[in-house]
């Protein structure tokens, strides 16, 4: 049975060249996943920062391998950056803070990921560079 991830696991993502992503557990299982790719959780480096961070379907998350831990410090946030959530029907965006929704204009959250979630097929596809799911969910804003 897949166990369940802690704040601040590192997660293995495989991908169909052979290479691995990965990415760190942030709350409400949102990973930030590192930016390249790696034969190995060793040849990471945790400098590169993140390619952006993706809500994952919690039973889709504890399938994915626990590679490495790196809690976080008493000075870093393990809240995910904020988000925008685009009402289906509307389409007015709202930002997403430390899990709460609240009004705001759309210089505020026009680059902001969109609030989603994930199976990890997505990801892979994502990483791979095929660009079909975000386009499901990327519009115009009407703030």
């Known amino acids: 049975m897949p166990r369940s991830k ?7 993502i495989e991908l169909p060249d052979g290479k691995k992503a990965y990415g760190r557990v942030y709350r409400e299982y949102t990973v ?15 400098s590169v920062g993140y390619y952006r961070f993706i809500g994952l ?8 391998r626990t590679a490495a831990k790196l809690p976080f410090s008493d ?16 389409g007015k965006g709202s930002l997403y803070h430390h899990g709460q929704i609240f009004p705001c ?25 095929n660009e079909k799911w975000d386009k499901t969910i990327r519009k ?3 703030v």
């Open 6 to 12: 802690s704040l601040g696991d590192i997660v293995e």
């Open 32 to 46: 930030g996943i590192f930016n390249g790719f790696y034969g190995s959780v060793e040849e990471l480096d945790i």
């Open 57 to 64: 379907y919690r039973t889709d998350l504890n399938k994915l």
């Open 75 to 90: 000075t870093e946030d393990p809240w995910p950056p904020d988000k925008v959530v685009v009402d289906a029907i509307t």
């Open 105 to 129: 204009s759309y210089e505020e959250c026009k680059n902001l990921e969109v609030c989603a979630v994930w199976h990890t097929y997505h990801v892979i596809d994502m990483l791979m560079g």
């Open 140 to 142: 115009p804003l009407d």
